[in-house]
């Protein structure tokens, strides 16, 4: 098959799985049909997508050089803003608020775009600058206007503020935001259900500044705030180079107002409404009428949980709140 035809057969079809065969990148992509990216996370939306007997029947795989070639064809939306957060920290509300309207594209946390930005772990050939072309080619195929969208937002996983320096090469006139919020509430949440960088061994444990051989030895609350920290650090380190920080404080209303000008986007009245409806419901799950969980959470820490964010979270949570009320 030539290139050509490789192009054409995955026009209007989503990438959503990047996976490595006899030492080579490969595209797993299928067809979106008119759904659109409404859900809490991308994998949820493609769940969907792949219920349909035509994308169990027809899937199809090419070589990542495809994702390229497809990007000449047809460009895509130039992104209008990164989010980056500590985890359980209000992101999620901020890109369904976002996804709420038809003009935006807001992807969650997709795993193709991990896949991407840890490459380098699955081959040590990789290198930055392909780590960085293969970003841009993903983001162009997961950017195609279907119904006449006009933004795209894409919502990284926690770790991925680790790539923050690779990803600013990659799109540098991009502006993006780093969500945190008060470590109690975040350590609570993770204890209580582990997200996968909380996990000794699931991410590379050197990405988080561990030695590899003693993670196995770090409790589960000193592992998960030295993770936590990590991921402040790295936010605080680099929030200069175009960066706003956000506190889950903020939320919901700095959505429109302060965050719609930083990524300058112009809500209309009817948006605003329609982002004020949204926020009645938990954002992760719309079945359920949102209520602030802030005292519970601060209830149920544990005196080692204290101890830990004594030493390792709190005094970054205060200078990431320095920062940002200096810059006010």
């Known amino acids: 098959m030539d290139k050509l035809s490789d192009v054409n057969n995955v026009a209007g079809w989503l990438p959503i799985r990047i996976y490595w065969s006899e030492g080579q990148p490969m595209v797993d992509w299928c067809q979106p049909g008119k759904e659109r990216f409404v859900d809490s ?84 050939e990789v290198t930055d600058e392909q780590r960085i072309t293969w970003l841009r080619w993903l983001l162009s195929a997961l950017s195609q206007p279907r119904s006449g969208e006009q933004k795209l937002f894409v919502k990284f996983d926690a770790w991925h503020i680790l790539d923050l320096p690779l990803i600013r090469r990659a799109f540098p006139r991009v502006p993006w935001i780093f969500v945190y919020r008060d470590p109690v509430e975040v350590m609570v949440s993770q204890l209580a259900h582990r997200g996968a960088h909380t996990i000794p061994g699931v991410i590379a444990p050197s990405s988080f500044g561990m030695n590899p051989d003693q993670i196995w030895t770090i409790e589960p609350e000193e592992y998960c705030a030295r993770v936590l920290a990590a991921l402040c650090q790295a936010a605080l380190q680099h929030h200069g180079s175009g960066g706003l920080l956000v506190n889950y404080r903020q939320l919901p209303e700095i959505v429109w107002t302060s965050l719609a000008e930083f990524f300058g986007i112009d809500f209309s009245d009817a948006e605003v409404e329609t982002m004020k409806d949204k926020t009645k419901r938990h954002a992760k799950n719309p079945a359920v009428v949102f209520q602030n969980d802030s005292v519970d959470k601060r209830r149920k820490a544990t005196e080692k949980v204290l101890d830990v964010i004594n030493t390792w979270i709190g005094p970054v949570y205060r200078e990431l709140e320095a920062a940002r009320l200096s810059a006010t």
Do not use: W, Y
């Not at 460009?75 to 608020?97: E, K, N, V």
């Open 41 to 124: 996370f991308f994998d949820e939306t493609i769940e969907r997508c792949l219920s349909d007997p035509f994308n169990l029947l027809f899937r199809q795989q090419t070589p990542i050089a495809v994702l390229g070639q497809r990007s000449e064809v047809s460009p895509g939306l130039d992104p209008a803003g990164f989010i980056f957060h500590m985890s359980r920290s209000g992101s999620t509300l901020i890109s369904q608020l976002l996804a709420a309207l038809p003009r935006n594209i807001v992807i969650s946390e997709a795993p193709p775009i991990d896949a991407t930005l840890r490459a380098h772990f699955k081959s040590a």
